[in-house]
């Protein structure tokens, strides 16, 4: 087991459900205080209540187990990011700097703050968009997110902190349930394909957007985390990449196992928020600098998802 003592902020969400276990499995149980700011009597190992923008009782629970690694994953999403702007800027941003700033005073080592494809707009190229280009959000969560990149670099620049990012695309998972993003069609769409037999998408059936099977967004996080400092040359935030698809070509997978299954299209808001992010990512920094591959493609994405959560919804 690896040394390290670590904390992960939002530890309740979608990414952060199966971070802790991959995690504990790393570095064991007692090493890995997973915290959210609500009680969590399902957690088996340590667990603290902490409200992310309480720069205090973070502080509190760093130095009480000498933590020295922070994962970073309480966020307000784009899609209820844009029903309460003001919440979603202090939430995403305020936590931002109350830890890049622990970090420089050396309260702990490393620190890990996850991006989006959200920090693109409209007038970025939307085909293999790469590592560095136009950057014109137009959604408050994507706002956030570029600016949070912004500090990271500077915080490294000039404080030599030791942040790592990534640029998630959609995240697909069976573990948790979708959390008020834009391409959380594509986990709500497996969960009514198996229990109704149809499902009605918020996005056109050709809207082609980047996502990522959860058990390759996890690894990659610990993959860039677990890299020596010198081999991470990006402190802003890695684009990452595995398939692209769309609601339609989503919907002709899942009918290889449920040959009924059917879909409706009643785009709403959250169509215009895709229609400005890349329909496919170059993550070609990531791969050189720190070893990225992915592991899944869309097919086999489709299988496991289906396989898990008939388990579960049984």
Known sequence: MKKDTILVLGSGGQIGTELITALRNSYGTSQVIASDIKPNTNDTGPYEIINVLDKARIAEVIDKYKVTQVYLLAAMLSATGEKFPEKAWELN?????????????????????????????????????????????????????????????????????????????GLISYTAPPGGGTTDYAVDIFHQAIKNGFYTSFLSAGTRLPMMYMPD??????????????????????????????PAELAHEIRQYIPDFQ????????????????????????????????????????????????????
């Open 93 to 169: 941003m305020n936590s931002l700097f109350y830890l890049l700033d622990m970090a420089r005073e050396k309260r702990f080592d490393k620190l890990y703050w996850p991006s989006s494809i959200a920090v693109f707009g409209p007038t970025t190229p939307r085909i293999e968009t790469p590592q560095h280009t136009i950057t014109e959000p137009t959604t408050i969560y994507g706002i956030s997110k570029l600016a949070g990149e912004r500090l990271c670099e500077w915080y490294f620049l000039k404080h030599g902190v030791d942040v790592r990012s990534i640029r998630y695309p």
């Open 263 to 314: 879909v409706f299209y009643k785009p709403d808001f959250r169509q215009q928020i895709a229609d400005s992010w890349p329909q496919s990512i170059d993550d070609t920094e990531a791969r050189k600098d720190w070893g990225w591959k992915p592991q899944y493609t869309l097919p086999a994405m489709v299988k496991d998802m289906l396989d898990n959560l008939k388990k579960q919804l049984k």
């Open 217 to 246: 967004a996890i690894r990659a996080t610990m993959e860039i985390m677990d890299a020596p400092a010198e081999n991470i040359k990006i402190r802003s935030s890695y684009n990452l990449s595995a398939f692209s698809f769309t």
